[in-house]
């Protein structure tokens, strides 16, 4: 098969959440233990760290990838979706698995597929098991795809877990509280081993906490050793880092920082592998250059100023209206698309009401009708126009915008992965 036959038979004979939402989650890990099994268990062979969360855990998995690779070690890093190219999803120190490897992979295992009939990410986690194993990795840094406890990816042993933000989202397959989703999120924790919480939040710290003492895992809060003044971080209370410098822009990206960090310590306190302030620096400076990661506060031009950022749920809105609105701009106009589980009223509600909007529909199966989302955004008194696919009410945008307006573009992970720009 050449490449695109090898992609076209894994979205056509595979159930992909992405693309077909809840009926492609698989709530348990057989599939994966099978997949595993049949490849020699490639899982065993590389150590790892395994990074859950609701929000900030893609940033979180790219930012301890690069400090790693500043460290000096071949690191492996497992992030979904992709936005542009499947290959995204498996790299080694910032490069894709090669076209070639995936076709290779897919041939090999082709018995298998039709034998276990796995879901597509389950797949893709095999694959990216056994790229890291046969590139003999040092270490790789997996991120949780959906919840954690029964994740396809739940099957490593890992060195260290990092769990970032809990938010409300997925909650027609994790739980309808704060609470339930952070007992599934807390289901990647191993029995002694290091977790680090990046944020305290009132209604999860006791779950994470709980779980960590049945299993024996040491639990650190980042936040109780790490904090910020200014661009310095404080460890303790006293200056650690001077003068920070995040390669990936926004400000809630500081969060995501100060739970690395603490991961950072833990891998040294634990003498899993040594990493020094300067690699640390180094490595959130160069995030972008040692990984290539995408789609966080973005910014494609200026003049208009024209930003995408992939926050889809309640919190991931919350800290890009933030964003938002440290900006300096005459109008605010925002492109939206969104895909169909969401709850439109309270998302909508919370969107500002002074901006114009281009109302589009993100090119998956599970994308939202364009048309739906206007007739919801105008009951809420939002003004704006419907430009059912995303470039074109890209370029509309920038029709009605002038020099010093701000064009915002998002809802919707699939409305980012589309922009022809990125």
């Known amino acids: 098969m050449t490449y695109q036959e090898t992609l076209d038979f894994l979205f056509a004979q595979l159930p992909m959440f992405q693309r077909e939402g809840k009926s492609a989650f698989k709530k348990d890990l057989t599939n994966t233990i099978a ?13 790892s760290i395994h990074v859950a969360g609701t929000n900030g855990k893609g940033s979180s998995s790219h930012l301890t990838a690069s400090i790693l690779q500043e460290s000096g070690l071949k690191v492996g890093l497992y992030t979904s979706p992709h936005l542009k190219s499947f290959t995204e999803r498996i790299r080694i120190n910032g490069l894709n698995i090669s076209e070639q490897k995936v076709i290779d ?9 039709e034998e276990v ?124 880092l001077h003068d920070v410098e995040i390669g990936v822009k926004g400000n809630y990206q500081r969060h995501n920082v100060i739970g690395v ?28 250059e040692n990984t290539g990661l995408k789609g966080r506060w973005q910014i494609l031009q200026q003049s208009p100023k024209v930003i ?54 993100p090119n998956v199966p599970r994308g939202l009708e364009a048309k739906i989302l206007e007739e919801e955004a105008k009951k809420l008194g939002l003004e704006g126009i419907r430009v059912d696919d995303v470039n074109q009410a890209i370029v509309k945008a920038k029709d009605q915008a002038n020099a010093n307006d701000l064009i915002f573009i998002g809802g919707s992970t699939f409305v980012v992965a589309e922009v022809n720009e990125l």
């Open 35 to 47: 997949l595993c099994k049949a490849l020699g268990h490639p899982e065993k062979k590389f150590k």
């Open 105 to 113: 992979f897919v041939e090999e295992i082709k018995p298998i597929i």
């Open 117 to 240: 009939q796995p879901s597509f990410f389950e797949l893709t986690v095999a694959m990216a098991f056994d790229h890291f194993a046969k590139e003999n990795v040092d270490v790789a840094v997996i991120e949780v795809g959906l919840g954690g406890r029964l994740d396809s990816t739940n099957v490593i042993s890992p060195e260290a877990c990092l769990i970032t933000n809990i938010g409300l989202d997925h909650m027609d397959m994790l739980g309808t509280t704060l609470r339930q989703i952070s007992k599934e999120k807390a289901g990647i924790i191993k029995s002694e081993t290091p977790v680090v919480i990046s944020q305290k939040q009132v209604e999860t710290s006791p779950i994470f906490l709980e779980v960590a003492q049945e299993k024996n895992a040491p639990l650190i809060f980042a936040e109780n050793h790490f904090s910020w003044d200014v661009n310095n971080l404080l460890k303790d209370g006293k200056e650690y």
């Open 308 to 361: 995408t950022d992939v926050g889809h749920n309640e919190d991931g809105w919350k800290f890009v209206l933030g964003q938002i609105a440290e900006e300096t701009f005459e109008k605010l106009h925002i492109v939206l698309g969104v895909v169909k589980e969401k709850d439109l009223p309270n998302m909508l509600s919370k969107l500002p009401s002074n901006a114009y909007y281009y109302y589009c529909k």
């Open 261 to 288: 960090i603490a991961l950072m310590k833990v891998l040294n306190d634990h003498q899993l592998f040594k990493v020094t302030s300067d690699q640390i620096s180094l490595g959130l400076k160069k995030v972008v």
